[in-house]
């Protein structure tokens, strides 16, 4: 899983998989789930992140981790 956070458009897409996306769909404004080709769910984008989501702490808890790389 990857977050990637574009302050030129205020969007925050967390990639859930290396699947490329085959469908979308706008579940509310500005936040839109995409899906590959089996209908499975590969990303999520969030238009004006920074109003919607608190992006100052990054909590991860109880997720088997066996490598981790953090990048700022």
């Known amino acids: 899983m ?42 999520i984008d969030i238009d004006n992140a920074s109003k919607k989501v608190d992006m100052k702490e990054l909590l991860i808890s109880k997720v088997p981790i066996e490598e981790q790389v953090i990048k700022g």
């Open 2 to 43: 990857r977050l990637n956070y574009y302050p030129d458009t205020d969007s925050l897409y967390i990639d859930l998989s290396g699947k490329v996306s085959a469908d979308s769909k706008e579940i509310s404004e500005g936040v839109i789930l995409d899906y590959d080709v089996d209908g499975n769910i590969v990303g």
